[in-house]
């Protein structure tokens, strides 16, 4: 049986630390740095958990400071740079992939 969080904080933080294990912290060298692929994959992921859009994980974000706190937020991407995230991450196989892979390792573990 699956043993699934009803937290989403302790969600984020999990997903926070399976994008660690499988994403660099940046997509090139060169890149702006003011988000990690892994918080823009909690965010996302977290997005999902909660079934919500781009604009309303922002604003949940923007009143959840503790959620925030625990992804590394100081602050909020905007709506866009989530929708431009996500297709990346969805180009690269990484998004579905990872999800998968976490949800394996804990079905065994149980």
Known sequence: ???LTKS???FAITALKVAES????YSHPKSPHK???HQMFAILALRDFLQTDY????QILSEWSDLCNALGLDKLPNYSTLCRAQKRLLKKGVFSNSLRQ???THEEAA
């Open 55 to 58: 604009r309303g994980i922002i």
């Open 1 to 3: 049986m699956r043993s």
């Open 102 to 104: 976490h949800s394996e």
């Open 8 to 10: 989403p904080t302790a």
């Open 35 to 37: 988000y990690t692929q």
């Open 22 to 25: 499988a994403l660099p912290a």
